[in-house]
């Protein structure tokens, strides 16, 4: 480890894409902080990935937990250079009152919480410049029934990610990627069990995977810095 390597902060890297990104990432010469709120997931990744990875429990919906995790990035790894706004629950469902709290739930987590995040960390970005690469989805270009709530969460951060790109250009590039069906565990959570087993069936012959979305994270990232990819929309082959 070297103190020129650059670090990458990742919420959700206790599973799914913000996992497999931590590990292309640590691949490519970055130092990695692993945000999430299984602490076992992410000290069994840290362990993994080696020197210079951290793992810092932190739930996005708390500030307070989002503050001490930039002051440990900020004293154990001199900084951010990268920041991945990962974290996000995909509650889908007819929408009803009965499913209020998923409701609440997706605001807090996926939209709220990537804001809380980039605004706690957005001093260490732009000191020395950097990059936000915020997963965004299909889901942010399209709406569908059954998936409101989850679809407004995220064209809600595909309208925040671009005036935060005209705000922060040309130091700080904001990516904004959308993928289709990716095979994790994003499906398991939801409440709707008629919903979750749809669902379940179509993320259990999924083709892409989470190592396909980090790479391509991992070659956004690798751009000179006279270049920003400001979005990227990926399906897997047979998605309508
Ligand atoms: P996973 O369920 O595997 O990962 C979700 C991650 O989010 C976990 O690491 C989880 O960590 C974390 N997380 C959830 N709630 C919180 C919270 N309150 N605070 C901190 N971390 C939290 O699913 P994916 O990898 O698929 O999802 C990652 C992102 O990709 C999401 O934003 C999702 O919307 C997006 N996406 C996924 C697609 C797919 O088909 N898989 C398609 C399009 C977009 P922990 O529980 O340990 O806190």
Do not use: C
Not at 45 to 73: F, K, N, S
Not at 139 to 154: F, I, L, P
Not at 191 to 218: F, K, L, P
């Amino acid at each position: 480890m070297t103190a020129t390597q650059p670090v990458a902060v990742i919420t959700g890297a206790s599973s799914g894409i913000g996992a497999a990104t931590a590990r292309s990432l640590a691949a490519a010469g970055y130092r990695v902080a692993l945000l999430a709120r299984r602490l076992d997931r992410i000290t069994a990744l840290a362990a993994e990935l080696g020197e210079g990875a951290l793992a810092v429990e932190a739930d996005v919906t708390d500030r307070d937990a989002l503050v001490a995790a930039a002051e440990r990035v900020q004293a154990e790894l001199g900084g951010t250079d990268v920041l991945v706004n990962n974290a996000g629950v995909m509650l889908l469902g007819p929408f009803s009152a009965e499913q209020r709290n998923d409701y609440r739930q997706m605001v807090e987590v996926n939209l709220l919480g990537a804001i809380t995040t980039t605004e706690v960390f957005l001093d260490q970005l732009k000191d020395g410049g950097g990059d936000i690469i915020n997963i965004s989805s299909v889901a942010g270009r399209t709406a569908r029934a059954g998936n409101g709530v989850y679809a407004a969460t995220k064209w809600g951060m595909n309208g925040w990610s671009e005036s935060l790109r005209h705000e922060l250009l040309p130091d700080v590039r904001v990516t904004l990627i959308e993928p289709g069906i990716v095979a994790t565990e994003l499906s398991t959570h939801i409440t709707h069990e008629e919903t979750r087993q749809g669902v379940q069936q179509a993320y259990d012959v999924a083709e892409v995977t989470a190592d396909d979305v980090a790479e391509i994270i991992a070659f956004t990232l690798a751009r000179p810095r006279r270049l920003a990819i400001n979005e990227i929309l990926l399906r897997p082959a047979g998605q309508a």
